[in-house]
């Protein structure tokens, strides 16, 4: 039973970390352009305009796409209680694989929004 509510944790990493960080970044980006901490791409760090839109979208669509995770996640792992611990650790990490898709795809989402709003100079599309 300990391995289910492990595997219960273990499966509400990623989509609280979207969550999280998404809820950051719609309210606001990191102040300044930098390489250690935000969304970092070579469009997203063209110009300050550029850093905000980036994070504003990435942010909300991390914090829609991360509840959607959370609740799928929640439902796929509620009937595994009682299973055995083979089944429960297989059935868990391919759902922490499976999490990472929509994780990941923020920056092709992201990217192409930044492409049609914005020129490759950083200057916004009239």
Not at 87 to 105: E, K, S
């Amino acid at each position: 039973m300990w391995f289910w509510y492990f595997m219960m944790a273990t499966v509400l990493l990623i989509p609280g970390a979207m969550i999280g960080f998404g809820a950051a970044f719609m309210r606001r980006s990191p102040k300044k352009i930098n390489s250690i901490y935000g969304y970092r791409t070579a469009m997203s760090m063209k110009n300050k305009e550029t850093w905000d839109f980036a994070h504003r979208y990435s942010g909300r669509f991390w914090f829609r796409t991360g509840w959607i995770v959370l609740v799928i996640s929640v439902l796929a792992v509620v009937p595994l209680q009682g299973k055995d611990t083979d089944t429960i650790g297989l059935v868990g990490g391919l759902i922490c694989v499976l999490q990472c898709i929509p994780m990941l795809w923020v920056v092709y989402a992201t990217e192409r929004a930044l492409k049609s709003h914005f020129d490759k100079d950083g200057k916004r599309r009239k």
